[in-house]
Every structure is written in C-alpha cells, then in structure tokens.
Nanobody, 112 residues
Framework: QVQLVESGGGLVQAGGSLRLSCAAS????????MGWYRQAPGKQRELVAV???????NYGDSVKGRFTISSDNAKNTVYLQMGSLKAEDTAVYYC??????WGKGTLVTVSS
C-alpha cells in the first residue's frame, strides 16, 4: 500500500504563488512517477504536471511556463511550485503516483 498526503493548498490572489507538496509513504518501490492533476467545478480532471523517477517532466498546456514540478527522492515528496496564478487555476489538486494511486486532493482558490 502507498499513502499520499498532500499539503499547501489555500486561497491566493491572482498573480500570486503557492507551493503544493505530496509525500508518499508505504510501498513506495511501486511508484515510477508522481505528479498532479486538477479538477475544477463542472470540468474533467486534467493533467497539471508529472515527473518520472528519472526526472523527466510533462506539463499541461495551460500551466507551462508558470508551474514547476520537482521531487525530493530522499523525502519521497513531490512539489508543485505554482506562479502567476489565475482565477482559472482554481480547482482541487490531486496528487498522483503511477501506477494508479491518488491522494484525497487539496483545494486551491485563486481570487481575481
């Protein structure tokens, strides 16, 4: 079993920054990539960013150039540094660990 614990969500003004963290524990040897997805009200869940064990990254088009994903393998933690936040970034952000594991989500609200 793998447990994912997210932190760092909250309320921020448009143009501001926020950092999310996701710590993995348990059978972490199963994990080959970690990242973030988000789901806004009335919309489908979408990719935000993913980082593989080898350090390769992939970003959703809407966040490229504004968000940065990184990982600390010693702490089994992945981070999402979000900058130049927009109202449309408001969503529940879910930590994801491949294959197929999800955190409970953390709410990010960007006020305009």
């Amino acid at each position: 079993q793998v447990q994912l614990v997210e932190s760092g969500g909250g309320l921020v003004q448009a143009g501001g920054s926020l950092r999310l963290s996701c710590a993995a524990s348990g059978s972490i040897f199963r994990i080959n990539a970690m990242g973030w997805y988000r789901q806004a009200p009335g919309k489908q869940r979408e990719l935000v960013a993913v980082i593989t064990n080898g350090g390769s990254t992939n970003y959703g088009d809407s966040v490229k150039g504004r968000f940065t994903i990184s990982s600390d393998n010693a702490k089994n933690t992945v981070y999402l540094q979000m900058g130049s936040l927009k109202a449309e970034d408001t969503a529940v952000y879910y930590c994801y660990a491949a294959p197929g594991l999800w955190g409970k989500g953390t709410l990010v609200t960007v006020s305009s």
